[in-house]
Structure formats: structure tokens, C-alpha cells
């Protein structure tokens, strides 16, 4: 049973447009909730992260929106670049455990 | 952040055989967990390696098959024993340095069985 649910499966947005990939968990007892990126032939890369206190978190062009009420969060990549193609994995973290997602495949086209 | 070292980075083994990871951590840390991603799918939490006792393993995953060891704050192995076919995944290690920190993971190790 996936304790983390990810959507879309995959993703294709032009260069220079916006892309959302969404997640819902069931696990109250979540306190760390991270996003990463994975290249082909590389280790996950943790993008950007957020603890459930916090309604939202910006880095660069990258936002996670939380909704604790809701068990939901995303990630908004905000002028999607050629280069940010890659797989995406939402995780949640309890006592430094992750749970991850099934992954988001996203394509920006030039 | 925690500069998270594994070896090998890849290797190909023959069924029945054994293989072990190595996971090397620049700073002492907390807790050191190991991950396994089968071809195309996400990460799966094998087992949380514990400093000086016997690692805690997560629902499908055994000591006999995954064996690991943790010697000190620095540092731990888990060993793939007699692989199958179906074992070829990339293995990751990682890391928790504090109880704020964020996780982060080495390369990983690539294992195909043959």
C-alpha cells in the first residue's frame, strides 16, 4: 500500500511554462515532506523541502504548496527550463524514514 | 550538507553470488538508511542501519538477504546476498545529520545480476 500518492505519472510543458506535480499522504505522524530530482544514472537530488507548519516555501523557481488539513502538497516549477527534464519524486519523512511517491516524468520542450 | 560517498558506484555480479556496498559519510550522523530503486520505479526504504546494534528492516526485506553493518557514526554496508536476476536495482544510502536536517542521498550503487 503507497503511503504517498504522486501525480501525474508524466508531464510535458513548453519552455518557459509552469509545472505542477501534486501528492497526498494518509500518515499524520509525517513531520518532513521533500521533494527530489533524479537524472538519469544519478542518486535523487533534494530539490526543495517543507515541514507541515509551514503553508508554503520558495526557492528559486521552485514552491511547495502545503495543505495539512487536506494531506496534500505540490510542487510548482515555476519557467520551466530544458534542463529541469527529469524525473520528480515527492517523499514524507517520519523519524528520517522516507516514503516516496511513484515519481512525476517531466519533459520541457525548447 | 553531508557528503555521502558509495562504492562500488556499479557492478555487474553473477547469480548466487554476493556483493557489498560500502557507504562513507564526511561528518558523523545520526541515522544512515538504505534504499533500493528497481529499474523505473521509485525508492523503496530497505532498512535503517543502527550504530552498534542489528539494523531495523522494513516489511519484505530480511536480515539474511540484506544483511548490514554499521560500525561507527560514519560509516555502513549493505551486502546483496545470493542475487538473483530480480535484485538488479541501484542501491542508495542515506543520511540524517540532525533532527532539522534534511536527507539527502549518495549516487548510488547500480547492481546488475546476470
Known amino acids: 500500500q503507497q503511503q504517498v500518492k504522486q501525480s501525474p505519472q508524466s508531464l510535458i510543458v513548453q519552455k518557459g511554462g509552469i509545472s505542477i506535480i501534486n501528492c497526498a499522504y494518509e500518515n499524520t505522524a509525517f513531520d518532513y515532506f521533500p521533494w527530489y530530482q533524479q537524472f538519469p544514472g544519478k542518486g535523487p537530488a533534494l530539490l526543495i523541502a517543507i515541514r507541515p507548519d509551514v503553508s508554503e516555501k520558495k526557492e528559486g523557481r521552485f514552491t511547495i504548496s502545503f495543505n495539512k488539513s487536506a494531506k496534500q502538497f505540490s510542487l510548482h516549477i515555476m519557467d520551466s527550463q530544458p534542463g529541469d527534464s527529469a524525473t520528480y519524486f515527492c517523499?514524507?519523512?517520519?523519524?528520517?524514514?522516507?516514503?516516496f511517491g511513484a515519481g512525476t516524468q517531466v519533459v520541457v520542450t525548447p | 550538507s553531508a557528503v555521502i560517498s558509495q562504492k562500488p558506484s556499479r557492478d555487474i555480479c553473477q547469480r548466487g553470488t554476493s556483493l557489498t556496498i560500502q557507504c562513507q559519510v564526511d561528518s558523523q550522523v545520526t541515522m544512515m538508511f538504505w534504499y533500493r530503486q528497481q529499474p523505473g520505479q521509485s525508492l523503496t526504504l530497505i532498512a535503517t542501519a543502527n550504530q552498534g546494534s542489528e539494523a531495523t528492516y522494513e516489511s519484505g526485506f530480511v536480515i539474511d538477504k540484506f544483511p548490514i553493518s554499521r560500525p561507527n557514526l560514519t560509516f555502513s554496508t549493505l551486502t546483496v546476498s545470493n542475487m538473483s536476476p530480480e535484485d538488479s536495482s541501484i542501491y542508495l544510502c542515506?543520511?540524517?545529520?540532525?533532527?532539522?536536517?534534511?536527507?539527502?542521498f549518495g549516487n548510488g550503487t547500480r547492481l546488475t545480476v546476470t
Open positions: 517523499a514524507a519523512s517520519s523519524w528520517g524514514k522516507l516514503q
Open positions: 542515506s543520511v540524517l545529520t540532525g533532527e532539522s536536517s534534511p536527507l539527502h
